[in-house]
């Protein structure tokens, strides 16, 4: 119940909510539609992949996400030219490019030329013309024997384990956080011991030049007195 002596709500019940109310009685007819589609169009790609296109493995962006492993838009450059293939090509055989891309991390850019080289041990190139085949086409018998692939190039993420073990007596000792003081106070200080090895290679410079110097005095000297 309403507590104090408030306006009695004034309910509007007379509304034609009839009118406003949305059906979808057609689902199950799009659901099959959709499926038709789906197989029309793996019969007129084929026998190219259904999902697309190679894609790169990529890490999240921030500290949050960078844990979750997913697809990329494309592979970089670097990982294309330790694969051997060039960017021309790759996407001729299905292999995505992305210009932009950049390797932050040697662990992903290894996974992903593992991936592109794997790629390239499956791959099955078809012939432009069946009655002129060129150097590396497939046979008449490996063409026959095509499955189109219809899920994206699998991946398999090894997670690294440590062993369990003996905790040794440095460990009991050190301090996680005076380490990471003492690393914050060396970047820091980084200038400074670069500026001392200038200066001290400046004297050094000064002071050898210096003594070339002399003896040309002592010889003027000597010359003057004859």
Do not use: C
């Not at 838009?73 to 021309?88: H, Q, V």
């Not at 699998?154 to 062993?163: E, N, Q």
């Not at 400074?192 to 004297?203: H, L, N, T, W, Y």
């Amino acid at each position: 119940m309403v507590k104090h002596n408030n306006m009695l709500v004034n309910n509007h019940f007379k509304k034609a909510w009839q009118i406003h109310v949305k059906t979808w009685f057609n689902q199950p007819a799009k659901r099959a539609k959709r499926r038709l589609n789906r197989q029309k169009k793996a019969s007129y790609i084929f026998p190219r992949p259904v999902s697309g296109p190679l894609r790169p493995l990529v890490h999240g962006q921030t500290l949050r996400y960078q844990s979750k492993l997913k697809f990329g838009r494309g592979f970089s450059l670097d990982e294309l030219k330790l694969a051997k293939i060039s960017p021309r090509d790759a996407r001729t055989i299905g292999i995505s490019v992305d210009f932009r891309r950049r390797n932050r991390s040697l662990e992903t850019q290894t996974a992903n030329v593992q991936r592109l080289a794997l790629y390239k041990s499956k791959l099955v190139l078809f012939p432009r013309k069946a009655k002129k085949p060129k150097k590396g086409d497939a046979t008449k018998s490996e063409r026959n024997a095509v499955v189109q692939q219809t899920k994206p190039f699998p991946y398999h993420i090894v997670r690294s384990k440590d062993k369990a073990r003996a905790i040794t007596a440095k460990e009991k000792t050190d301090s996680a956080f005076m380490t990471l003081r003492k690393a914050r106070l060396e970047a820091s200080r980084v200038g400074d011991k670069i500026r001392k090895e200038r200066k001290a290679a400046a004297g050094a410079s000064a002071a050898a030049s210096k003594k070339e110097a002399e003896p040309k005095e002592e010889k003027e000297d000597k010359k003057k007195k004859k």
